[in-house]
């Protein structure tokens, strides 16, 4: 009886059981490998959310179900901004297989990103703002419904590509956001099999190559960006952006796209267009400065020439145009010639080769391969064997002066122009070893004619000997534009906007954020907080008695400069690092930090690595790793000395000039913050084992930063030789990233003149302060300044060229001097390109009175630098 008794209790307790399972269910929770994700999920993060302790899965918060016939699955996972950490449990795609979104923005999630392949319900996938470290292969296969992809803002990310993740196989996606992400290599063709795209964002990343020409298949974009690559990063033209007729905003700054700025005519409704600090040339066409809705333009630091733009400045309302090669300061038409050789350019496509000198308003000052004669009356071009490809223009026909013109060695195709013959001077034409074809037209006898070596060019009056090549045809492109109206889509505007707010806004901002966010507290908590925050991007802090006993108490002194003293040390771990105190100085913590956090942010080949700092009461201290090599003024050759340091070759010379620049260049160029060095001189050069040069000390001017008397720069900004005169007086300008490219100017010509440029002992050695002055006229005479350094017959060029482009960066006037993108594009470009500087006159203040009146001021070497500040952000 009792047995029963426990049986009956039994079966109730099973009915219960069974009841309440069914409960469950008709509850709608989540069962099998969605239940046991989600646990797992649960154990892998911290913290873990409160209502995450309840039974029912579906009422845990950021968690929604959809549900049908008494079961339910897991629709969307959603934990923005909750301060999560932790890594994903593998299996996430085998298990939430009904996923439709999954947003985790701005959480502190490591480890690598999820597998998403074969979730064929999942159309929204938001990760922005995380710590991921990698994205695994084949990541994004088979997802057709995809349409939202957004990794934005994951910097720690292993290097990947588009192809490695199979981004390109997810047709359906609309907006696709990848910036600052690590994501390196070329653009796939596949790329172009994404012409849903109405967003492509993949900014600050480290993009190369030339963008496939699929690309522009693309041609439902509305917002392009694609700017601050590292290392130059995208090359090849911007043809592509004529077929794109949607675009509103289009941001491609800090990349090395080149060729003319294409036709827009066809363009609907351009809002913003970001095309600054590229290597663009040729005129701006009126297209583009016809839209109505245009407010923000910039074409700054390009090779652009002809007119400079006007824009309806009611409507354009940020502008900025200088650093290119206008032929006037302001709008209005060019010079006759300049205006027939720009013609002679465009048919040749305008190639940079031409445009580094083809600018300003007076051909016959300094334009390479021009030649006129002491009337200013040109007389010769001579283009010969410059790889030129396009066409001859018609308009030579224009140079009515011209008596010899040189075209020979390249690869120009069309037809030798009809007009070419009314040219009643020329003497001599040669055209020969080019592509040319159809007939030669009738020139007079008198004339020196060279035709030879053009397959398909048939002498005047006879019979072709063979039928022109078949031009390639343009429908293919006709195609696409049809194609994509048809498949022109319904507009996300709100989702657009959303993300064009959040990448202006937000683009690296995380910084200001937190710093923000921060303020009102003190202390350590400060640090600790601020430490966390910023994850990969953390900075070891050290207190005093750490950095005391790292340096095994200030023994080892490395240097002094003008911020404080390097002495060398050792981590706990046994890495040899270098250590600088520095000086004295009043300024906030949060400043302190703020900057030392900026500085760790720079990390490039060329410059020194911050690995930590400390702070501690009034002792400031910041850790940097220890570069084995000397200092760049070690090796700098010193006829005047007996020191056994040995001399670096020409080679090694320009490598490190190059390098340089490079660094300089990403301090300048940086794509979060821009720092000026204001103290480059070769004891803050230094050189690793390869002899690589890394920059020091950058970023201080701010951190030790005092009123600004003259006094203080002397002692804290600046060294004698080195300094701009604009850091002496606001006469010569204002201080700019071009007092920076002074110093390098300098800098280079002290390596290769071999002689100290300083400016001490005026009495003793006068001939010091004109050391500039007898490289100067050293090189009128054809000589370089070999004075310790023999150079043999093919390293002419680059001693040349390191000549020429630091007596370009010491003119007087900042406006004249070029930015350092233009320095490295001197140095690496064709020699006979460098137009040939103005003595650089320091104390004579004339030139500066009466400036070149026929050098344009929107010239490419005379930026306004009046808005750059000491450390300015950017936008
Ligand atoms: C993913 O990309 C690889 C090449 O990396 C390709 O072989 C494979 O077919 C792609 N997967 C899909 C589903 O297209
Ligand atoms: C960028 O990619 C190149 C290879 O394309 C690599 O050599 C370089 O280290 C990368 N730079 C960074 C900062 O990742
Ligand atoms: C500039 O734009 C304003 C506002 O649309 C218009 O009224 C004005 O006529 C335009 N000016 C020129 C020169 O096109
Ligand atoms: C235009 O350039 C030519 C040189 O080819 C020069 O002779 C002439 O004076 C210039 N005209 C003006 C108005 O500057
Ligand atoms: C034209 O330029 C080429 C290459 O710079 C040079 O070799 C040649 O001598 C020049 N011809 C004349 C006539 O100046
Ligand atoms: C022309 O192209 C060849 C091969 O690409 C290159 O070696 C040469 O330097 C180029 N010449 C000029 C003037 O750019
Ligand atoms: C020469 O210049 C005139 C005036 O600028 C222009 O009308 C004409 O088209 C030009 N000729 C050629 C062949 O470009
Ligand atoms: C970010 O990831 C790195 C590397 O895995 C790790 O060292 C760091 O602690 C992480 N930061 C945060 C805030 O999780
Ligand atoms: C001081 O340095 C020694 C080694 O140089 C190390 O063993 C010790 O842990 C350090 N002490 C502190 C407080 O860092
Ligand atoms: C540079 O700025 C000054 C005033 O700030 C202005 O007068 C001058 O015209 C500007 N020059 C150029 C080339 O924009």
Redesign the pocket.
Do not use: F, V
């Given at each position: 009886m009792g047995e029963t008794r426990l049986k009956s209790k039994n079966v109730a307790t099973l009915l219960l059981m069974l009841l309440l399972g069914r409960c469950v269910v008709s509850n709608n929770d989540i069962k099998g490998d969605e239940a046991n994700y989600l646990n797992k999920l649960k154990k892998a993060i911290s913290p873990v959310p409160p209502s995450w302790s309840s039974e029912n899965m579906c009422n845990w918060s950021g968690v929604s179900c959809i549900s049908s016939g008494g079961t339910s699955n897991v629709e969307e996972i959603i934990l923005d901004s909750m301060s999560l950490k932790g890594q994903l449990p593998p299996g996430f795609n085998n298990s939430l297989g009904y996923l439709r979104r999954l947003s985790l923005i701005n959480n502190y999630f490591t480890g690598p990103l999820p597998s998403l392949v074969g979730l064929i319900s999942l159309q929204d996938v938001d990760l922005r703002s995380n710590n991921f470290t990698s994205v695994p292969h084949g990541c994004f296969q088979n997802l057709p419904n995809l349409n939202r992809l957004i990794l934005y803002n994951n910097n720690n990310l292993a290097p990947w590509t588009l192809f490695s993740a199979n981004v390109t196989d997810c047709l359906a996606l609309t907006t696709l956001s990848l910036g600052a992400t690590n994501l390196m290599g070329s653009l796939p063709d596949t790329l172009g099999s994404l012409t849903n795209l109405q967003l492509l964002e993949l900014s600050s990343n480290n993009l190369t190559g030339s963008l496939p020409k699929s690309f522009a298949q693309l041609i439902n974009l509305q917002t392009l960006l694609l700017n601050d690559q590292e290392h130059g990063g995208l090359s090849g033209t911007i043809e592509f952006l004529s077929s794109m007729t949607h675009l509103s905003y289009v941001n491609l700054e800090r990349n090395s796209f080149q060729g003319p700025i294409p036709d827009l005519s066809n363009w609907k409704d351009l809002q913003e267009l970001m095309l600054g600090g590229n290597k663009l040339t040729g005129e701006v066409q009126p297209s583009v400065m016809n839209f109505s809705t245009l407010w923000q333009v910039s074409l700054e630091n390009n090779w652009l020439q002809g007119p400079m733009p006007l824009f309806n400045r009611t409507i354009t309302t940020n502008l900025s145009l200088e650093g290119n090669g206008f032929c006037l300061d302001h709008a209005g038409p060019c010079n006759h010639t300049v205006t027939t050789l720009l013609q002679v350019a465009e048919a040749f496509g305008y190639p940079l080769l031409l445009a580094r000198t083809w600018r300003g308003n007076n051909p016959c000052k300094r334009w390479s391969f021009i030649n006129c004669d002491s009337q200013d009356k040109i007389r010769?071009v001579?283009l010969?064997?410059l790889n030129l490809t396009g066409t001859i223009s018609p308009a030579f026909a224009n140079l009515t002066d011209l008596r010899?013109l040189?075209l020979s060695g390249n690869n120009l195709k069309g037809s030798i122009p009809e007009s070419l013959t009314s040219l009643s001077q020329l003497q001599i034409m040669d055209v020969s070893n080019n592509n040319l074809s159809g007939t030669i037209p009738t020139f007079s006898p008198a004339i020196t004619l060279n035709t030879s070596n053009n397959f398909y060019l048939n002498p005047g009056n006879s019979p072709p000997k063979a039928s022109p090549p078949p031009h390639p045809s343009k429908t293919t492109h006709h195609y696409w534009i049809k194609l994509g109206s048809a498949a022109g889509s319904v507009v996300g505007v709100l989702v657009i906007f959303g993300v064009i707010i959040f990448i202006c806004k937000r683009h690296f901002n995380l910084v200001e954020k937190i710093m923000l966010r921060r303020e009102r507290q003190h202390g350590d908590h400060y640090f600790e907080n601020l430490i966390e925050s910023y994850g990969s991007l953390s900075l070891k802090r050290y207190t005093y008695k750490e950095v005391k006993n790292m340096t095994n108490s200030f023994k080892e002194k490395l240097g002094e400069g003008g911020y404080g003293i390097v002495y060398k040390a050792s981590l706990a771990n046994g890495q040899q690092v270098a250590v600088k105190i520095l000086k004295e100085s009043k300024g906030s913590v949060k400043e302190f930090v703020d900057e030392a956090f900026i500085i760790s942010r720079t990390s490039h080949v060329n410059i020194v690595s911050l690995l930590g700092f400390c702070y501690d009461k009034n002792k400031k201290a910041l850790i940097y790793e220890f570069i084995h090599n000397d200092s760049l003024d070690k090796f700098a050759c010193r006829k005047d000395s007996s020191s056994t340091t040995h001399n670096l070759d020409w080679k090694t010379l320009y490598q490190i000039s190059i390098g340089i620049a490079r660094g300089l260049e990403y301090l300048h160029r940086g794509c979060n913050t821009r720092i000026l060095h204001l103290d480059i001189k070769p004891q803050n050069i230094l050189l690793d084992e390869h002899f690589r040069p890394k920059i020091a000390d950058f970023g201080l001017a701010k951190i030790c930063k005092k009123d600004q008397s003259i006094v203080s720069i002397m002692g804290t900004r600046g060294t004698p030789g080195y300094i701009a005169p604009e850091i002496f007086s606001r006469v010569y300008g204002e201080v700019s990233h071009k007092s920076d490219v002074y110093s390098y100017g300098m800098l280079i010509l002290e390596i290769i003149g071999g002689r100290r440029n300083y400016y001490e002992n005026v009495e003793s050695q006068a001939s010091e302060i004109c050391f500039p002055d007898w490289i100067y006229k050293d090189l009128e005479q054809g000589n370089f300044p070999t004075n310790c350094l023999p150079h043999r017959e093919e390293e002419n060029d680059i001693a040349r060229k390191m000549t020429l482009v630091s007596l370009w960066c010491i003119q007087p006037n900042p406006l004249n001097r070029p930015s350092i993108s233009d320095v490295i594009d001197m140095l690496e470009g064709p020699v006979d390109s460098i137009p040939y500087p103005p003595k650089p006159d320091l104390f004579s203040s004339k030139r500066f009175i009466s400036q070149d009146t026929n050098v344009s001021s929107s010239n490419r070497y005379e930026t306004n630098s009046t808005t750059e500040e000491i450390v300015s952000k950017k936008r």
């Open positions: 010769t001579n010969t064997k010899e040189y």
